[in-house]
């Protein structure tokens, strides 16, 4: 092999490995950039947010657009409000409530919630319409916590991928039977037999297994082996994947893992190339 394939060889892996780790930092740079511009709800922006009331008469607090990472501080509030708008932030999580007797609707619009808390009923008993339209709730066991809000009568769940699920609107409408309004859509008493019917049966008791077996199951970043996999990674380098995740501790930084894997990189404090097939590799060192 000559000098100049060599070098040629050696200035090609040099650019690779160049770009890769501008990628790697250029992902870094935006990832902080947005968490830095996230907004933590305090005291503060709650006192100063716009209060109203709104068409139906109830006192509203808007809380729109501040980028807000998760519910907190609402005992500021002093439960004097019938609507919380919480429209348009990035909050993952539905929890983190208060006692709020007042609290009567809850928008959730356009955020990122592929969580809902337990014993909700404990803190905001008496909501009564819950809009999470635009989220990212995708297993139908996910959704078991609204069963204990026994007013609640109204909820939206649409642009979600949970509405892409079998039998999700008759699911919905049998474990949330004092619901009346489903996706802004009036609840037929057809479908309350529907749902009955189908839940109620062999079928439908293991069909309700499955759906609770699902919920329990997914963990963020659970997809890992199969997408490690398909890079082709050792055992080990999965291993390293498998426990970056683990250590992680918020779905941000599961995702910020997910996203390098995905590029082609494999998350840890320090790499080193390697070719295999032609193609430049990262690996731990």
Do not use: W
Not at 25 to 51: D, G, P
């Amino acid at each position: 092999m000559t000098n100049d394939s060599c070098l040629g060889r050696k200035s090609l892996q040099n650019s690779v490995y160049f770009k890769l780790n501008f990628l790697i930092n250029f992902s870094c740079i935006a990832l902080y950039l947005i968490l830095k511009n996230m907004v933590k709800l305090t005291a503060e922006i709650i006192q100063n947010s716009m209060q109203f009331i709104n068409p139906v008469k109830d006192r509203e607090l808007d809380l729109r657009g501040y980028r807000i990472p998760e519910i907190e501080n609402l005992g500021a509030t002093g439960d004097q409000f019938d609507t919380l708008d919480f429209s348009d932030n990035d909050i993952r999580k539905l929890d983190g409530f208060p006692y709020l007797t007042r609290l009567k609707c809850l928008l959730m619009n356009n955020n990122r919630i592929v969580r809902i808390g337990e014993h909700l009923e404990e803190y905001i008993p008496n909501l009564e319409t819950l809009v999470l339209t635009g989220n990212q709730m995708e297993e139908l066991g996910d959704i078991e916590p609204l069963s204990t809000l026994e007013k609640l009568t109204s909820l939206s769940l649409m642009f979600n991928p949970i509405t892409a699920k079998q039998h999700y609107r008759l699911y919905i409408i049998f474990k949330i039977p004092q619901l009346k309004l489903l996706d802004f859509r009036k609840i037929k008493l057809k479908e309350r037999d529907e749902a009955k019917m189908l839940f109620k049966s062999k079928k439908g008791k293991e069909i309700q297994k499955e759906i609770i077996k699902k919920a329990k199951t997914f963990v963020p970043g659970g997809n890992v082996n199969s997408v490690a996999k398909s890079r082709g990674l050792t055992d080990d380098e999965i291993k390293k994947i498998r426990e970056a995740i683990k250590k992680a501790n918020s779905l941000v930084e599961v995702e910020r893992l997910q996203k390098i894997l995905q590029s082609g990189q494999i998350p840890g404090n320090e790499f080193n190339t390697r070719q295999q097939n032609g193609v430049t590799r990262m690996d731990f060192e």
